[in-house]
């Protein structure tokens, strides 16, 4: 675990989920796969993200169904899944109770 004075900041976050995000995208087969959006949590961040296509054309053809967020933990540099049930608030909370699992852990 990094040090307080250690932890990392939105652009080293943005890297670290870039580089889930092109994990992810070369595991479904998707090759435009972009962050999105952003927001920030005590905990760390969390990066939004589809399809440049849809991005560019609002096609519902190219919409992404099912793309669960992913959190970057600003203490661990670290990225997670959350989910897409519930608001992210909730996947949040659980992951700073320690209740939290994905399959990046």
């Not at 900041?9 to 995000?21: I, P, T």
């Not at 669960?68 to 203490?75: C, G, I, S």
């Not at 959350?82 to 608001?87: E, H, I, N, S, V």
Request: glycine residues 8%; neutral net charge; contains cysteine.
């Amino acid at each position: 675990m990094r040090h307080d004075r250690e932890m990392i900041d939105e652009e080293q976050a943005r890297a670290v989920a870039d580089g889930a995000v092109g994990r992810l995208a070369a595991t479904i087969g998707h090759d435009d796969l972009v962050i999105s959006g952003v927001e920030e949590f005590p905990v760390g961040w969390v990066f939004y993200y589809c399809r440049q296509r849809w991005l560019e054309t609002r096609d519902l053809r190219y919409l992404l169904a099912g793309n669960a967020p992913f959190l970057v933990d600003r203490r661990t540099g670290r990225a997670h899944l959350t989910g897409t049930a519930r608001k992210v608030n909730y996947y949040v909370a659980e992951y700073e109770a320690g209740r939290h699992l994905c399959r990046e852990c």
